[in-house]
């Protein structure tokens, strides 16, 4: 019973893993945030280089990984040099900032407890113990993909509402309603670019979950065959 709940344990942490490191991939890679420009017309729509906004995303990356102390950067805009943020982008980024700390430090937590129960496994014998890991993995992913899967189907059938539940849900406040005629942020990311980063997020997550499950079956297998070879 013990090595079930150590398993069941490590699986929920390691899943936790995957999902915030699908999440940390894209958001913080300049080159999706490039190629998500283009495809949006952000540098027509804002009036911008292709210089000044990618010294203003590495800021906003660098701001949401609290790197940078504030938002404060200034971008020629239509032929106006001017800071690029007003202080409701600046105050609305600031809960950003805080939801993902709050992410950093929950899969720090996932990292350490996953180690943990990892090598709890070898206070038993080391095959039984990670067998059961594995068994744990696969039926626990089985269940959590499968009701993603739905879940996903879902929200991208109606992102925008699901989008506006989320804001209402992690912020406590109407600050992340920006306005794309006043407030720049919006028009460098606007819901084509959110709707592309949730599939490539879940697009991340699914892959390195099958290939763990993968991996899992793999050695469930090999350790099976083993032992009746030895039978």
């Given at each position: 019973?013990?090595?079930?709940?150590?398993?069941?344990?490590?699986?929920?942490?390691?899943?936790?893993?995957i999902l915030?490191?699908?999440?940390?991939?894209?958001?913080?890679?300049?080159?999706?945030?490039?190629?998500?420009?283009?495809?949006?017309?952000?540098?027509?729509?804002?009036?911008?280089?292709?210089?000044?906004?990618?010294?203003?995303?590495?800021?906003?990356?660098?701001?949401?990984?609290?790197?940078?102390?504030?938002?404060?950067?200034?971008?020629?805009?239509?032929?106006?040099?001017?800071?690029?943020?007003?202080n409701?982008?600046?105050?609305?980024?600031?809960?950003?900032?805080?939801?993902?700390?709050?992410?950093?430090a929950?899969?720090?937590?996932?990292?350490?407890?996953?180690?943990?129960?990892?090598?709890?496994?070898?206070?038993?014998?080391?095959?039984?113990?990670?067998?059961?890991?594995?068994?744990?993995?696969?039926?626990?992913?089985?269940?959590?993909?499968?009701?993603?899967?739905?879940?996903?189907?879902?929200?991208?059938?109606?992102?925008?509402?699901?989008?506006?539940?989320?804001?209402?849900?992690?912020?406590?406040?109407?600050?992340?309603?920006?306005?794309?005629?006043?407030?720049?942020?919006?028009?460098?990311?606007?819901?084509?670019?959110?709707?592309?980063?949730?599939?490539?997020?879940?697009?991340?997550?699914?892959?390195?979950?099958?290939?763990?499950?993968?991996?899992?079956?793999?050695?469930?297998?090999?350790?099976?065959?083993?032992?009746?070879v030895?039978?």
């Amino acid at each position: 019973m013990t090595k079930w709940i150590f398993a069941i344990i490590n699986t929920i942490c390691l899943i936790i893993i995957i999902l915030f490191t699908a999440i940390e991939l894209p958001t913080f890679n300049y080159a999706f945030y490039n190629y998500e420009y283009n495809k949006n017309s952000a540098f027509e729509i804002v009036g911008i280089s292709s210089y000044d906004l990618e010294k203003v995303t590495i800021k906003l990356m660098d701001y949401m990984k609290d790197d940078a102390e504030d938002l404060e950067v200034y971008a020629n805009i239509n032929g106006v040099n001017r800071e690029f943020f007003n202080n409701l982008e600046k105050s609305h980024m600031v809960d950003v900032k805080n939801l993902f700390q709050i992410g950093y430090a929950i899969r720090n937590i996932a990292v350490v407890v996953f180690f943990i129960t990892f090598l709890c496994a070898f206070v038993y014998k080391k095959r039984p113990a990670l067998r059961e890991y594995a068994k744990s993995f696969i039926s626990i992913i089985l269940i959590f993909v499968t009701a993603c899967g739905g879940l996903v189907l879902v929200i991208l059938s109606n992102f925008d509402k699901y989008f506006t539940i989320f804001h209402e849900i992690f912020f406590d406040n109407d600050m992340w309603i920006l306005d794309p005629a006043t407030d720049l942020l919006i028009n460098i990311v606007p819901l084509p670019f959110f709707i592309d980063i949730f599939k490539v997020v879940i697009s991340l997550f699914f892959l390195a979950a099958i290939v763990m499950m993968i991996i899992s079956i793999v050695y469930l297998k090999s350790v099976n065959n083993k032992q009746e070879v030895r039978e």
